[in-house]
T-cell receptor, first 113, second 110 residues
């Protein structure tokens, strides 16, 4: 089944403790991206990648890192999480960038205390 | 950069009525406008999209219209049904070579 898999679904952590949210897709998509969803703010793009070893900033990249070492994986890294990074995070992939349909993962609800 | 405003934030309709959600964008160079539907507790899913060289697109009960002069685009849902209850997000892509998609703040359709 074609899908985007995110893990974990729920994560509670403390300020400053490094964490990684994994994202994997099995559709051989070129494009992968991370979004955060906050009430009243919609979906905001954090980082995206058009190919292996190619990443670029979205609108809210501060405090986040990403890597694209393999085509199928695009992990999101929070080196020193802070409470303002408490949010619902979605990974998405598409065949050819944002002008083709985005396939979203199930989301990761992160709470930083 | 691109900015997308979406209205209303909440829309309540009776079953069978029509619903219209409107979005305005700031940059006239935007060229792609998708709409995503997010049911409660689930992931967003694309329901329809339109490109800047098209004025209207329909898919069964759903239609999207684009007015490039006024820089706004709208989602129209006819004969609404209970399963249409969800949050709807519009988005715009600025044709600058960057793969950025700017989303509106969402409309909760009840």
């Amino acid at each position: 089944e074609a899908q985007v898999t995110q893990n974990p679904r729920y994560l509670i952590t403390v300020t400053g403790k490094k964490l990684t949210v994994t994202c994997s897709q099995n559709m051989n998509h070129e494009y992968m991206s991370w979004y955060r969803q906050d009430p009243g703010l919609g979906l905001r793009q954090i980082y995206y990648s058009m190919n292996v070893e190619v990443t670029d900033k979205g609108d809210v990249p501060e405090g986040y890192k990403v890597s694209r070492k393999e085509k199928r994986n695009f992990p999101l890294i929070l080196e020193s999480p802070s409470p303002n990074q408490t949010s619902l995070y979605f990974c998405a992939s598409s065949l050819q960038g944002v002008v083709s349909p985005l396939h979203f993962g199930n989301g990761t609800r992160l709470t930083v205390t | 950069g691109e900015n997308v405003e979406q209205h209303p934030s909440t829309l309540s309709v009776q079953e069978g009525d029509s619903a219209v959600i409107k979005c305005t964008y700031s940059d006239s160079a935007s060229n792609y406008f998708p709409w995503y539907k997010q049911e409660l507790g689930k992931r967003p899913q694309l329901i329809i999209d339109i490109r800047s060289n098209v004025g209207e697109k329909k898919d069964q009960r759903i239609a999207v219209t684009l007015n490039k002069t006024a820089k706004h685009f709208s989602l129209h849902i006819t004969e609404t049904q209970p399963e249409d209850s969800a949050v709807y997000f519009c988005a715009a892509h600025l044709n600058t070579g960057f793969q950025k998609l700017v989303f509106g703040t969402g409309t909760r359709l009840l």
